[in-house]
């Protein structure tokens, strides 16, 4: 089953067609790449789906649902979480601090209960620390929960930002350039910690990836977008493969060189 699809997603930006009519669809339990050069519209896609920017044209489905426009709460709520290019944490707020502020959009006290501290308020917190616990732990991050996230190390806090949005008990986590700066021993460690959200925690993953030896070994899946535009679909080989694919890395006339310029650090 698919559990995220867009139908002729298109979004402008003044004159500038960021993308242009994308269809996808990512079927559940799938790990599914979205690559292309530097502003073919992967990001801004990203935005579209998460409630950030709304689409001019086209709808989204999540689970058979229309989203398109839904706010980001309301579609984090229905279970779609993201990561960012860049580190987004909480960096002056411990790990565990961290981890309970994606778990924010499902908690049920409310202000009053904050202010009372009534039983119900004490329970649902300490479930929370608790479940924030668990998560620190799959992460690879067991007792570190009071350490600051800022003197964690790069690789551990491309996880906290995982673990953050684990948080929100997606069905679908967005991951954009989850290895962007890493080395290659960080890099792998993400790899197979990828493959365990999928693998253990049935959570589908739609990934956004610049280094082409990890896309071609961990997706299923493969779109590729060029200047917003989807020119490409298909398993890696298939993309491997691909003369349009050859062009928008390598240039026009490339005519051989791209399972190598796609499989390169």
Known sequence: MAILVSKKVTKRFGGLEAVSKVDLEIREHSIYSIIGP???????????VTGFY?????????????????????VTRLGISRTY?????????????NILVGMHPHLKSGLLGGIFR?????????????????????????????????????????????????????????????????NPSETQDMVSFI????????????LIEHQMRVVMSISEQIS??????????????EIQKN????????????????GQALTAD
Do not use: W
């Open 38 to 48: 530097n502003g073919a519209g992967k990001t801004t896609f990203f935005n579209c």
């Open 54 to 74: 709304t689409p001019e044209e086209g709808e989204i489905l999540f689970k058979g649902r229309n989203i398109t426009g839904l706010s980001t709460d309301r």
């Open 85 to 97: 290019q860049n580190i987004r944490l909480f960096k002056n707020m411990t790990t565990v601090e």
């Open 118 to 182: 009534d039983r119900r308020t004490r329970e649902e917190e300490k479930a929370a620390v608790e479940e924030a616990s668990r998560l620190l732990t799959f992460i690879n991050l067991k007792g570190k929960g009071d350490l600051l996230a800022k003197n964690l190390p790069y690789g551990e806090q491309r996880r906290l930002e995982i673990g953050r949005a684990l948080g929100s008990k997606p069905s679908l986590l967005l991951l954009d350039e989850p290895t962007a700066g890493m």
């Open 195 to 206: 493959r365990r959200l999928r693998d253990e925690l049935g959570i589908t993953v739609l």
């Open 224 to 237: 590729v977008l060029d200047f917003g535009v989807k020119i490409a679909e298909g398993t890696p080989q």
């Open 243 to 258: 003369p349009h694919v050859v062009e928008a890395y390598l240039g026009r006339g490339a005519a051989s060189g791209l």
